[in-house]
Structure formats: structure tokens, C-alpha cells
């Protein structure tokens, strides 16, 4: 049988065709050999009972267990027509319960149940490539979560600090509150977006029928799920960008408290000493001071100042 010809198509399976089956079940996999039921060639099949993908929800069950597998022919032989890309076999796939007892030892039999050997196959070809599709998503969420530390630049609010420094407390509690809104908000709205794009990282350990079948209905689950996701992005990214408008222009909004001069005493190197509140002065080397006694500005050469310190009053 050995020029059978390739074709890539499900066949049925009967308990004798079985019978020369043997498998183990080794950490989180099954390991299973026996002919091909279609070129009869042996067939060394891994069952990967644990993937890691992009979503797909369900708590696993522990203990020995039935669990439906679908097996596809990677006897390794020559068939004509194979296509480029592995296995390579004869093409046929089927599909079996597995019964895995507390030795590990699995005994196949044939599977009956039509969902069953189908959610079987979705699992089969989930898996084989599980790692590229988590490459590639992971690069995508890599650009997500920098985008999420970009959002902490708000924080900064840069040249408006001071500005908001010299608000009164409810204006500064104003400001404080539309920047958190703005970095939830803006958090929630790029992991939705990124969880509707891209899934959400998961490992399942699928070992019997029944993850199996919670598996398979969380992904037809997928779609809604995903626009409902898509959904709450765009209403959070919308508030987001609201807060972070508010915030922009609030803080110019809101009366801000002109913090008291300092009041200063100013001995000179001619023995006079002059008293008031400090100015900001634009000349370098001078220092002006308003004068409680008179209240003119005096403005003196810093290499004339002797000792200049705070005072409570003049
Ligand atoms: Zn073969
Ligand atoms: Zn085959």
C-alpha cells in the first residue's frame, strides 16, 4: 500500500482497525502508536493535552479521563501528492476516544459522538502553531503595552505644573481627579482594544471530553465576546480623551492663590540695613527689595549685600 496516493480527508475508524493501538499517557501529553488505518504504515502520534494561546476560557478537569483526539497520518512514507509541509503521510485523519487509567496507560476506541471528534479536530490544528501565532500576538501586545506607558506621560502634564502648583487645593483636587479618569480610561480602553485585536494569552490543559467541549464553545463564544470588547475600547477611549482635554484646559480655568513674597532683611557693606518684601529681579548680580517703610524699590549690587535673610515681619 505504500503508493497510496496522498488525500487530505477524515476517514472512519472500527474497533479492529484499533486494536493494534498502544498508548501512554507522559506528563501532558499522549503518546500513541499503531497503523495507519488508511496506507497501514505506523504512525507515532504526540497529543499536546496543554496549549497556549490567545484566548479561549474553561477550568480543566483532574484524573484519569476519556478524551476524544483527532490523529492525522505522519507515517513518514512517500505518498504522491503530498503537499511541501509536514506530516507527511498518507493525508487521512480520524478520530478516537482515548482512556487514560490511573497508570497512564490509554486504550483507544472508536469515537461516536459527531461535535466531540469535531472540537477534537479544532483542538488538533489549534496546536500546530500555537508558538508563531503567540509570537506574533506577543509583538503586538508588546506595542500595546508601551503605548499603556505612554498614557503615564499625562501624569507629567509638563508645562502646566507649575500652573497647577499655584491652584487652590480643589482646583489641584480637580486636576488630580480628570488625570486619574484619564490613565483608567485610557488603560482600560488600549487592553480591550488590544484583547479584541489580539486575544488574551492563555495555557489550557484540555484532558477530557468535557474541556474539550468548553474549550470548543468558548471559541465559537469568540466573536461576541470580541465585539463587546471593541465596543467598551471605544466608549473608554472617547471619556479618556474628554478627561484629558478637561484637564489640559482646567487648570487655566481655575483661580489660582498668588503665594506671599517673602519678607526679607538686607544688610549692607555701608552698615544701612533695608527691610521688606523680596522682588524678582531680571538683572544679574542686583537685588531689588520693596520697602516696608516706604515702599520704594530699592535695588542694590549683590557684592554690597553683607547678609540677606527671612524675617517674619520688618
Ligand atoms: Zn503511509
Ligand atoms: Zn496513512
Not at 44 to 70: D, H, K, Y
Not at 156 to 178: F, N, Y
Not at 246 to 269: D, F, G, I, Q, R
Request: with cysteine; net charge neutral.
Amino acid at each position: 500500500m505504500s503508493g497510496m496516493i496522498h488525500s487530505a480527508q477524515w476517514i472512519p475508524v472500527s474497533a479492529t482497525q484499533l486494536a493494534a493501538w498502544h498508548g501512554r499517557r507522559v506528563g501532558s501529553t499522549l503518546r500513541l502508536d499503531g497503523p495507519c488505518p488508511a496506507c497501514h504504515h505506523t504512525v507515532e502520534a504526540v497529543i499536546q493535552l496543554t496549549g497556549s494561546a490567545f484566548e479561549g476560557g474553561g477550568v480543566p478537569t483532574a484524573g484519569p479521563s476519556a478524551r476524544t483526539v483527532a490523529l492525522t497520518c505522519a507515517c513518514g512514507r512517500e505518498h504522491p501528492g503530498q503537499p511541501g509541509e509536514p506530516p507527511r503521510g498518507c493525508g487521512r485523519t480520524w478520530t478516537v476516544a482515548s482512556v487514560t487509567d490511573a497508570a497512564g496507560d490509554v486504550v483507544l476506541r472508536p469515537a461516536d459522538d459527531p461535535y466531540l471528534a469535531e472540537a477534537a479536530e479544532a483542538w488538533r490544528t489549534a496546536r500546530t502553531d500555537d508558538l508563531t501565532r503567540l509570537r506574533a500576538g506577543a509583538e503586538k501586545w508588546t506595542a500595546g503595552i508601551a503605548s499603556l506607558l505612554g498614557l503615564l506621560g499625562v501624569l507629567g502634564v509638563g508645562s502646566e505644573a507649575d500652573r497647577i502648583a499655584g491652584l487652590t487645593d480643589e482646583g489641584q483636587t480637580a486636576v488630580v481627579l480628570l488625570i486619574t479618569v484619564v490613565v483608567v480610561l485610557g488603560g482600560f480602553a488600549v487592553v480591550q482594544g488590544y484583547r479584541a485585536a489580539y486575544g488574551w494569552p492563555q495555557t489550557r490543559v484540555v484532558t477530557s471530553d468535557q474541556d474539550l467541549i468548553s474549550w470548543y464553545s468558548s471559541q465559537g463564544a469568540l466573536p461576541s465576546a470580541t465585539a463587546a470588547r471593541l465596543r467598551s475600547a471605544v466608549i473608554a477611549a472617547g471619556t479618556a480623551l474628554i478627561a484629558v482635554t478637561a484637564a489640559t484646559v482646567v487648570p487655566w480655568l481655575l483661580p489660582s492663590v498668588n503665594p506671599p513674597s517673602p519678607v526679607v532683611k538686607v544688610e549692607l557693606t555701608d552698615r544701612s540695613v533695608m527691610c521688606g518684601t523680596l522682588l524678582s529681579s531680571s538683572a544679574v548680580g542686583r537685588v531689588s527689595v520693596r520697602r516696608a517703610d516706604s515702599g520704594d524699590v530699592q535695588t542694590v549690587s549683590l557684592n554690597t549685600v553683607v547678609r540677606l535673610f527671612p524675617v517674619e515681619k520688618c
